[in-house]
């Protein structure tokens, strides 16, 4: 007898449709994402992937369909419920210049989530030591270099506790030594069990960490399943264009 254990469903998308006045970006997205699991987008510029995340994240509302976290569905919700719901959610901005790095990190849980000073600092310092950059507490954004820059963001977005994370192209403009110090952060937390979803470019990185691996295009799922299907034996015909082009670089 064999026993099946399904993985819970971190979020869930279904039917996603977004537009931009009369061009439509997302036509009928539906997904789903594994809890403790890491996803990975790819397609080519313009297919929906970023405005996705977005939507997953409230941050573009959706035209209609829904997105599912923990069995609620805060798509086209504007509850207290959906927004503390969305909280669970973390997302990868860029940091503010004018506060040092650790104010950076404290700032949102202390305003947002009642942290006292104490609590909040000894938080972020952690923090700066899981992303290995204990030593850059006390520095301006201007003083670091971009992967810096972009692990202390993940450091932030990791304050609030979220239960998983979206990234949108996180090592975009990094050179090749900075895009490794990034990805190298992104993959110990995925090897922790945070769920994460990420856009990326990096093909040999996605083919490395995703356990699932959806490839759009022109706002549609083309692919969804696991990476070593879509790198080997890609089947449709965008999809082994889109693999064709980027592998040749």
Known sequence: MTITIST?????????????????????????FDEGKTAVILGPSGSGKSTLLRCMNLLEPADSGQIIVGGQDIGLHKSRDAWMTRRDIGMVFQIFQHLTVLDNIMLAPMNVKGFSRRDAEADARRLLEKVRIPEKADAYPRELSGGQQQRVAIARALAMKPRMMLYDEPTSALDPEMIKEVLDVIQQLSSEGMTSIIVTHEMGFARRIADQLVFMDEGQVVYAGIASGFFENAEHPRARQFLNQVLAH
Not at 18 to 30: A, D, I, N
């Open 8 to 32: 819970p469903t971190a979020l869930e998308v279904l039917d996603v449709r977004k537009s931009f006045g009369e061009t439509p970006v997302l036509r009928g997205v539906s997904l789903k």
